[in-house]
Antibody, heavy 123, light 112 residues
Framework: EVQLVESGGGLVKPGGSLRLSCAAS????????MNWVRQAPGKGLEWVSS????????YYAVLVKGRFTISRDNAKNSLFLQMNSLRAEDTAVYYC????????????????WGQGTTVTVSS | QSVLTQPPSVSGAPGQRVTISCTGS?????????VHWFQQLPGAAPKLLIY???NRPSGVPDRFSGSKSGTSASLAISGLQAEDDADYYC????????????FGGGTKLTVL
């Protein structure tokens, strides 16, 4: 079964750090580009970051650039998001998501999603 | 404000057809970039519903269809069913967001 399982969320104080992990199984992880997408309570989806198959490209949303770092370990079928200098507005459910294979004009859709991990930034 | 604009809510009775619009600009949809649609059921993770403007992943009923014209895209749902009650999001690329994905603000579909 194709699956993504996030972990590492929790309660952290403003200015603190957290490292999210996403374990992939059931597919050849190293051949897919990956993403982090977040959803604040009661709000819509917000793209956070993307990484290429061999970390050959990395992109960040403006709101997290310089504070968050995406990385992957293809040998361990894992995706990571290191979050530093956390702010209250970073409070959200964080999803990891796989890019769909195939030709596309622009960026692909995301065809596999994890169940999400909740990050709460509060004093 | 989201780069892509969706109506906050739409509704329809079982069996009816509804459409959800996704309005962009010349820097995203109008630039020729593909549009993808996601369905998010209450308390669940998003699910890819339509990719590449009008393609359905395996397992998605043909009641769901997508289209694109100019700077806008639309998701149509025919033969509405109670289980279609969910949030729907469009997503595309944008010239001003290097490598980034841009989402619409989401539309809540209520099946009456």
């Amino acid at each position: 079964e194709v699956q993504l399982v996030e972990s590492g969320g929790g309660l952290v104080k403003p200015g603190g750090s957290l490292r999210l992990s996403c374990a992939a199984s059931g597919f050849s992880f190293s051949t897919y580009s990956m993403n982090w997408v977040r959803q604040a309570p009661g709000k819509g989806l917000e793209w956070v970051s993307s990484i290429g198959t061999r970390s050959n490209y990395i992109y960040y949303a403006v709101l997290v650039k310089g504070r968050f770092t995406i990385s992957r370990d293809n040998a361990k079928n894992s995706l990571f998001l290191q979050m530093n200098s956390l702010r209250a507005e970073d409070t959200a459910v964080y999803y990891c998501a796989r890019d769909k294979e195939g030709r596309v004009r622009g960026v692909p859709g995301m065809d596999v999603w994890g169940q999400g991990t909740t990050v709460t930034v509060s004093s | 404000q989201s780069v892509l604009t969706q109506p906050p809510s739409v509704s329809g009775a079982p069996g009816q057809r509804v459409t959800i619009s996704c309005t962009g600009s010349s820097s995203n949809i109008g630039a020729g970039y593909d549009v993808h649609w996601f369905q998010q059921l209450p308390g669940a993770a998003p699910k890819l519903l339509i990719y590449g403007n009008n393609n359905r992943p395996s397992g998605v009923p043909d009641r769901f269809s997508g289209s694109k014209s100019g700077t806008s895209a639309s998701l149509a749902i025919s033969g509405l069913q109670a289980e279609d009650d969910a949030d729907y999001y469009c997503q595309s690329s944008d010239i001003n967001s290097l490598g980034g994905r841009v989402f619409g603000g989401g539309t809540k579909l209520t099946v009456l």
